[in-house]
Nanobody
Framework: QVQLVESGGGLVQAGDSLRLSCLAT????????MAWFRQAPGKERENVAA????????YYADSVKGRFTISKDNARNTVYLQMNSVKPEDTAVYYC?????????????????WGQGTQVTVSS
């Protein structure tokens, strides 16, 4: 099984940048799709960025397109989410997720492993 641990969250001001990291242990993520989800209070968990196992054709939610970038370092077994020009509406708990090898990961149903989440709070 894959275990995922996120880090990098915190309190930032609107317009700042932040980078989240997700370290995977137990299995290589080289052939697994990876994604970042977020969940704000009272809202459903949503997919904000996803990368297929091949590393091509990344997905971004419209609300973060042009500001967030997902990347993967197979050698470090780590996935990143670079967050630029953050907004108060980006405030949420951010979760890293992985899916079974050679699959896609766009919804929560496609994930087979989750991190514990890291809080991101953006003040105006």
């Amino acid at each position: 099984q894959v275990q995922l641990v996120e880090s990098g969250g915190g309190l930032v001001q609107a317009g700042d940048s932040l980078r989240l990291s997700c370290l995977a242990t137990g299995r290589t993520i080289t052939y697994r799709p990876m994604a970042w989800f977020r969940q704000a209070p009272g809202k459903e968990r949503e997919n904000v960025a996803a990368m297929p196992w091949s590393g091509s054709t990344t997905y971004y939610a419209d609300s973060v397109k042009g500001r967030f970038t997902i990347s993967k370092d197979n050698a470090r077994n780590t996935v990143y989410l670079q967050m630029n020009s953050v907004k108060p509406e980006d405030t949420a708990v951010y979760y890293c997720a992985s899916g079974p090898p050679y699959t896609s990961l766009r919804t929560t149903a496609g994930a087979d492993a989750w991190g514990q989440g890291t809080q991101v709070t953006v003040s105006s």
